[in-house]
């Protein structure tokens, strides 16, 4: 059955790139409702943002949804990545900014917040897509590809010339609370001449080093380390996760990305739902319920790091 939250969570953080303070609150809402941002900082029209697919505005460095009205949320594969891994499936998310909160640059703070509040359950079966045959998109030697799977499968491999980060490949059934487990606490990474870059042009203002793993050739700049020896490609299996939870509803496949990042895993989502026979919608009996995101989630599970 569909998920909502039992009362609303509120974050308090800065956003990423603009760097101004953020409020979000998540609060419950109505079976078959979805995933909806409102930007609480509009006084005069359309201030509410569906999470879906199609209202992507593909940009390399994060996930950006726009509406008609042209009112944009941005960096909110974190929180959707989040959503997912919790197994909410409906929820009105408010923020006061044009940006979601980057908290400690991963999905732990997400995650604790809502279980810490609790879900509840609905009166309606789950939707999910169901990938029926394969589908794949290339660019610039990046790769991303969905194939049939009876759950949500997620096989991501990175190749990167620093050497704190080299090559990475890592696999995973997201099933039984394998987000919270395994991917969650992974913080998103950049490279320190990135960092400089952006900063140059106006972006990052928010980043530190509390809020990102920066790297520098074989050198780990920042504080603690690495929480684990292959947290890039968690992260980035994080990411995946929250980008795929556009689809609006689960996913039911295996999802192979290769130097994939959000552009290319939304045209991905793009072009599964543009070829004809590729996806069919599934309403969920309990045994394929039981097999997706979120579900058999315990507490004590989830890292204690934030």
Known sequence: MQHTLKTPVTFKGVGLHGGARVIMTLRPAAAGHGIWFKRTDIELGDAMIPAIYDRVERTPLCTKLVNDAGVSVSTVEHIMAALAGCGVHNALIEVDGPEV?????????????????????????????????????????????LLPADRL????????????????????????????RELCDSRTFCRKADVDMMRENGLALGGTLDNAVVVDGDVVMTPGGLRHADEAVRHKMLDALGDLYMAGGPIL????????GHSMTNTLL???????GAVRPVLCDA???????GQGLIWTEIPLVA
């Open 153 to 180: 499968e997620i096989d991501f491999s990175i190749d990167f010339d620093d050497a704190a980060i080299g090559q990475q490949t890592k696999t995973l059934d997201m099933c039984n609370g394998t987000f919270a």
């Open 287 to 293: 045994e394929t319920t039981a097999r997706l995101p």
């Open 101 to 145: 909160p980057i908290m400690d640059g991963s999905s732990v703070a997400f995650v604790r917040g809502i279980m810490a509040k609790g879900v509840r359950q609905q009166a309606a079966p789950v939707l999910a897509y169901e990938v029926v045959k394969p589908v794949t998109v290339e660019k610039d030697g990046a790769k991303a590809t």
């Open 253 to 260: 496949g295996r999802y192979v990305g290769e130097k994939a």
């Open 270 to 276: 793009r072009a599964l739902f543009e070829t004809p």
